[in-house]
């Protein structure tokens, strides 16, 4: 199944073209013999370097001279393919791939571990009982940034009959991996420990930097606290000069993702695995290779998996406040941006009952209209009456001829004065009536538009003022150290005692 399953996986991969070198560490019992050197390495060379034939043939002993150990490796240490650590992408052609893993006993699992994110360790034994390897792959990818993928790449294959460590390395500028290398040539000598390049990156992984961001971010974080809840804890000079809410949110977002990144749960797991790793591994080694020096470096080796693991779970915890304090003022600043929001609805509405007074006031020129038929209206009631039959102004002293109507026998009565005694009056009650009740309306529009507007300043205070008291004030937490809280309180937990006693 192995077989097949590898050989499908080649052939639905595609090539990328990398510069490629090798690096050979060999040991011997006299160490005039001891070789550690990197060079390029073509494709035409690339079958004599796994074979070690031609240029690479072992060195011609002299006797009581023995290889005690060492290291060979296929290194694309500066791998700067856009898709080199694509999703079923190789770096090498596909038959000299195939012969690498074939001919020095790599995990086939190897190439499907492409598409893996984040860091990744695996190791387990070979099936061939007569020349036993320890396989390990250890591998570190992300999706492209930039436009770019990014990771490092390590798969390697312990002899136990040789007691050489074979493998392919690989790994983008990012990576370090140049670097790596050059810390692994300096521990040549130790080289017969096939864990011993994979603890060297995961120290790597697991440098001081991983702190200083951690330290960093929580710089940032007291920051925003000063912003949004007012905790006195950075210096003047740090303070945000203004409270934009949109780059505090911007802020928000970016201190949590630095915080989640390299999360220890993922090291810690990785540290674990290294561990089973070297356990098979001493457990299976030959009496023979089982040295001081190996068991040395081997406990050594154990104690710095302890510190890391040490280290990594005080991070988490640390990390773990720091989430909760960010998820803390998150909530503070969307109790702030839901005030604003709660300001603006107000004033919308607002806005709404003014356009409404505006709309009533429009509705004065109809009252207008109004006006001037209520001032001509009593007039033209009181003519209506006088027009009645009860008033005769064309009688005259001889009465004349009915069918004159020239007007000369016309007698305007004396009474006429009754018509302006009523009339006015009674206009002068209407319209005066009308413009007192018309101007305390206006009056009260006015103050109720006062009303409004204060309304809503004193609303946003009172409710910052209690937001910044719940969230700052000492007097009122839990731990305030107030006589009167702590005895509420114990009275309180005596009362919940005795209630669930009594039940």
Not at 252 to 271: D, F, G, M, N, T
Not at 418 to 431: D, E, G, K, N, R
Not at 432 to 438: K, T, V
């Amino acid at each position: 199944m192995d077989n097949y399953m590898f050989r499908r996986h080649i052939d639905e991969c595609a090539t990328v073209e990398e510069k490629t070198t090798y690096l050979e560490i060999l040991n011997y019992s006299n160490p005039e013999y001891d070789i550690c050197e990197e060079h390029g390495l073509t494709d035409d060379e690339f079958e004599n370097f796994l074979n070690c034939r031609g240029a690479f043939e072992p060195l011609k002993l002299k006797d009581g001279v023995t290889l005690l150990n060492g290291m060979r490796l296929v290194v694309q240490k500066d791998a700067s393919d856009d898709n080199t650590f694509s999703p079923l992408h190789v770096s090498l052609k596909p038959e000299l791939y195939e012969s690498m893993v074939r001919t020095w006993h790599l995990p086939f699992g190897g190439i499907e571990s492409s598409s893996l994110v984040g860091p990744f360790f695996w190791c387990s034994h070979d099936h061939d009982e007569e020349d036993r390897h320890l396989q390990i792959i250890f591998r570190k990818s992300d999706v492209r940034k930039k436009g770019k993928t990014r990771g490092w790449e390590i798969m390697l294959s312990y002899s136990y009959e040789t007691g050489i460590t074979s493998g392919f390395v690989k790994g983008t500028d990012s990576s370090g991996i140049a670097t790596l290398l050059k810390q692994l040539a300096a521990c040549c000598s130790e080289v017969g420990h096939p864990l011993l390049l994979p603890v060297i990156v995961l120290s790597h992984d697991l440098s001081s930097n991983n702190d200083k961001r951690q330290r960093v971010a929580r710089d940032w974080l007291r920051r925003l606290e000063n912003a949004i809840t007012l905790r006195n804890e950075i210096d003047e000079r740090e303070v945000y000069e203004e409270f934009d809410v949109d780059g505090i949110n911007r802020d928000l977002v970016e201190c949590h993702s630095q915080v989640l990144w390299k999360r220890p749960q993922a090291y810690q797991e990785i540290v674990k695995e290294i561990k089973e790793a070297m356990k098979k591994f001493i457990d299976d080694v030959p009496v023979e290779r089982r040295t001081q020096t190996l068991r040395r470096l081997h406990s050594s080796m154990l104690s710095r998996l302890d510190f890391y693991r040490v280290k990594l779970t005080g991070m988490e915890h640390y990390i773990h406040t720091t989430l909760e304090r960010l998820h803390i003022q998150r909530q503070a600043l969307y109790n702030i941006m839901a005030q604003k929001e709660s300001k603006l609805n107000l004033e919308i509405a607002s806005q709404q009952r003014r356009l409404a007074h505006a709309t009533k006031r429009d509705g004065t020129a109809m009252k207008t209209l109004s006006l001037l038929g209520a001032v001509f209206l009593p007039g033209t009631f009181i003519a209506s009456i006088f027009s009645m039959t009860f008033f005769d102004f064309n009688v005259g002293p001889n009465y004349g001829d009915p069918s004159d109507s020239s007007g000369e026998g016309a007698q305007v009565s004396n009474q006429l004065w009754l018509y302006f005694a009523v009339t006015v009056p009674l206009t002068l009650i209407i319209v005066l009536s009308w413009y007192f009740i018309d101007h305390r309306r206006e009056k009260q529009y006015k103050l109720e538009d006062v009303m409004i507007e204060k309304g809503i300043d004193t609303m946003e205070k009172d409710i910052l003022a209690i937001m910044r008291k719940k969230t700052i004030n000492k007097a009122t937490t839990w731990n305030s150290g107030d006589p009167k809280v702590l005895a509420k309180n114990r009275e309180r937990l005596i009362a919940t005692k005795e209630t669930f006693d009594t039940v």
